[in-house]
């Protein structure tokens, strides 16, 4: 069973950093996109936030241009995304997702998504 499981989410100060993984597992997700997703409170949607193509080539939401970076190891099938300089704008559940041919910013595009990581910033 495919499963994507998220970590590293906690509770943060602004200005502090989080990193968070996605453990992807039963299959081999080498060919795949990854990306990191988030729904912010009282928001209605997801929203794109990094991810990262097959050979290493990432894509950022502007949101998260100069403060997170997204890599991937395809050894062990695991998504990352460090986040600093983080802001209360930024607290949201984060989703882990794989998509073997995925538009960036649209999420009916990907196949696999994990339950998510809650990340909570406070000023």
């Known amino acids: 069973q495919v499963q994507l499981v998220e970590s590293g989410g906690g509770l943060v100060q602004a200005g502090g950093s989080l990193k968070l993984s996605c453990a992807a597992s039963g299959r081999t997700f080498t060919r795949y996109a990854m990306g990191w997703f988030r729904q912010a409170p009282g928001k209605e949607r997801r929203e794109f936030v990094a991810?990262?193509?097959?050979?290493?080539?990432?894509y950022y939401a502007n949101s998260a241009k100069g403060r997170f970076t997204i890599s991937r190891d395809n050894v062990k099938n695991t998504l990352y995304l460090q986040m600093n300089s983080l802001q209360p704008e930024d607290t949201a559940i984060y989703y882990c997702?794989?998509?073997?041919?995925?538009?960036?910013?649209?999420?009916?595009?990907?196949?696999?998504w994990g339950q998510g990581t809650q990340v909570t910033v406070s000023s």
């Open positions: 997702t794989l998509g073997l041919n995925p538009l960036w910013e649209v999420p009916g595009t990907y196949e696999y």
């Open positions: 991810g990262i193509w097959d050979d290493g080539s990432p």
